[in-house]
């Protein structure tokens, strides 16, 4: 039976009743905000994953150990808490955070934590104020003006996910200063988040049992300004990633570059031996194995010159003066004489 709209009934500005058709077409995104009405289907996944913005996660290996930590993940989603990845500079958290909150199959949505992210961003707000202008001549001496002023509420990830149920990726949750990330208190607590600037009955929304929530944190950044606070630490389980098994590395450089297995094992042999003697800040991660191992894949020959400056020109980003850099230089050299 095909429901035919007689009578636009609204409810709070809404109407009541609509079509299959109307539904579709209410499945749009005006600006970033977005009006879910549909079941959830693969349209719909789209469509709100291409609002924020949500990173494609290319060329994942599901070696054992990166198998293992997912599902520690979602066992403890499962369980109703939310996650948090802390780990080294590339070791593989958001790719993981991004990968295992895909496989739940609800929509994802994304929040990159930054010094400058304030509550707002994380909930929403009103994002523009809508002005109506009514002229009464009904009676003709009589001239009625009145202006009426509606503000435009827009939805951000967390609200949209804590309403509609969807997964939410928090990465680099501790770069935002702790006063806008204390919305997530009552979240994680309670199962309500708090509009803060809503009047009423819509102040509060209750979480939906199908929001999950994954964090991702720089463990390296941990003595940082913006420390996270205790009380949000405790209320999420927290998983401390270090940086993938030989093996592991080695498919995950294969996967990205193709180059053969052999120019791979001696990128990330040489990567490894740099982490054990560098500091931690300047531990050279997964990514910097995918670096040279694309230029290397670029690159005319594989010759150990070249490679040697691969590797330095890849490994060189944090160093502060050419003594430094030398330093770094010489061990490139040791590692690769030590391959050899
Ligand atoms: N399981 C995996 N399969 C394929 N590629 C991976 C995997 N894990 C990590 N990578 C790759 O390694 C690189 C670093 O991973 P990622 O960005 O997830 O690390 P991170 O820990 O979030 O880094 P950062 O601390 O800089 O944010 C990326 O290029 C990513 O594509
Ligand atoms: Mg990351």
Not at 190 to 202: A, D, M, Q, R, V
């Amino acid at each position: 039976m095909k429901y035919k709209e007689t009578h636009p009934r609204k409810v709070r500005g809404e109407a009541v009743h609509k079509t299959k058709d109307e539904k579709m077409e209410e499945l749009t995104i005006k600006g970033t905000q977005i009006q879910v009405t549909m079941s959830m289907d693969g349209t719909e996944l789209e469509v709100i994953e291409a609002a924020y913005l949500v990173p494609e996660v290319d060329h994942f290996v599901d070696a054992p150990d990166v198998k293992k930590l997912g599902e520690r993940i979602k066992q403890w989603l499962a369980t109703g808490y939310p996650v948090h990845l802390i780990g080294p500079t590339g070791c593989g958290k958001t790719s993981l955070a991004m990968h295992t909150a895909k496989e739940r199959g609800r929509p994802v949505v994304w929040i990159n934590g930054d010094e400058s992210v304030t509550t707002t961003e994380l909930i929403g707000g009103y994002s523009q104020i809508e002005q109506e202008s009514l002229r009464d001549k009904y009676i003709h001496n009589v001239f009625k003006s009145s202006d009426i002023l509606k503000a435009d509420w827009v939805d951000n990830p967390l609200a949209i996910a804590c309403k509609h149920g969807y997964t939410l990726v928090y990465n680099e949750f501790s770069r935002t200063k702790p006063q806008a990330n204390n919305i997530l208190l009552s979240v994680f607590e309670e199962g309500i988040l708090e509009l803060p600037t809503k009047f009423g009955e819509e102040r509060y929304i209750e979480v939906h049992p199908d929001f999950k929530a994954i964090l991702t944190s720089n463990s390296i950044e941990y003595a940082g300004v913006h420390r996270p606070q205790d009380a949000l630490l405790d209320r999420l389980v927290s998983i401390y990633m270090d940086y993938y098994s030989f093996d592991t590395e080695v498919r995950i450089v294969h996967e990205h570059t193709g180059l053969p297995i052999h120019d791979v094992k001696k990128i990330v042999s040489i990567v490894r031996s740099l982490r054990e003697k560098l500091p931690d800040a300047q531990k050279p991660g997964t990514r910097a194995c995918i670096m040279i191992g694309k230029g290397l894949a670029a690159s005319n020959g594989s010759g150990d010159t070249n490679f040697e400056q691969l590797c330095i020109d890849v490994i060189a980003a944090k160093t502060c003066s050419p003594l430094d850099l030398l330093e770094k230089q010489n061990l490139v050299k040791d590692a690769l004489a030590a391959l050899a």
